[in-house]
């Protein structure tokens, strides 16, 4: 197993924090739309099939839930691991609302 989760988090328009690595969605959902124009209950589901960017032509089967997740349900779930959040955008608002979210997870 491993003890620690890296992940990316965008902000939605509604302002809820989830985790994705692309601001895009077109790789992962087929919808060229990004995050941060969708409310997060607007968010398309991933894929059933995501290809794996760093071995082309293989594909990671989606799991039955195929939902975007929150960084909260993240954090549920996983609260036994350490967790490194990377920021993907460089603004004040989404800089400013995942320091009080990661309080949660202590």
């Known amino acids: 197993g491993t003890h620690v989760l890296e992940l990316d988090v965008q902000v939605t328009k509604d302002g809820v924090i989830v985790v994705a690595h692309d601001d895009d969605l077109r790789r992962a959902t087929g919808r060229s739309q990004r995050i941060r124009d969708l409310n997060f209950d607007e968010l398309p589901i991933y894929k059933d ?5 760093f071995d082309q032509g293989h ?8 939902r975007i997740p929150t960084l909260r349900e993240v954090f549920e779930k996983f609260s036994d691991l350490a967790i490194n959040v990377e920021i993907k955008e460089d603004n004040d608002e989404t800089i400013n609302k995942v320091p009080p979210s990661l309080d949660t997870h202590r």
């Not at 099939?49 to 960017?53: G, M, Q, S």
């Open 49 to 53: 099939k995501l290809e794996i960017t």
């Open 59 to 66: 594909f990671n089967k989606a799991s039955k839930d195929r």
